[in-house]
């Protein structure tokens, strides 16, 4: 199980810091990735790690603002989205995939990799 906290209201140029957290394994190893889904749109990988968190990628509208993190201590994934725009409007979502999954970039910000969803935070970014 996956859960997401650190959404909210935010202005433009602000920041906020996403956590996911699981509950029933541990993340170690695992390719875990951040989506996120705006009305009308298609759910679109934003940064992942890949399986055995050798790597960390990032989609090319957040590079240089969001950056990835993860505490294996706290069991939990981070991402701090600076210089946030209206465009990152969107719910957030976590998810992650076993580490014999082979989930490595660019398929570590595909959908179809991963079995474990959280419920999703809702950013939204407006003055």
């Known amino acids: 199980q996956l859960v997401e906290s650190g959404g909210g209201l935010v202005q433009p140029g602000g920041s906020l810091r996403l956590s996911c957290t699981a509950s029933?394994?541990?993340?170690?190893?695992?390719?875990v990735g951040w989506f996120r889904q705006a009305p009308g749109k298609e759910r679109e990988g934003v940064s992942c790690?890949?399986?055995?968190?050798?790597?960390?990628h990032y989609a090319d509208s957040v590079k240089g603002r969001f950056t990835l993190s993860r505490d294996n201590a706290k069991n939990t994934v981070y991402l701090q989205m600076n210089n946030l725009k209206p465009d990152d409007t969107a719910i957030y979502y976590c998810?992650?995939?076993?580490?014999?999954?082979?989930?490595?970039?660019?398929?570590?910000?595909?959908?179809?990799?991963?079995?474990?969803w959280g419920q999703g935070t809702q950013v939204t970014v407006s003055a």
């Open positions: 790690f890949s399986s055995s968190s050798l790597t960390r």
């Open positions: 029933r394994f541990t993340l170690d190893y695992y390719a």
């Open positions: 998810a992650a995939a076993p580490p014999y999954s082979g989930t490595y970039y660019p398929n570590c910000l595909r959908r179809y990799k991963y079995d474990h």
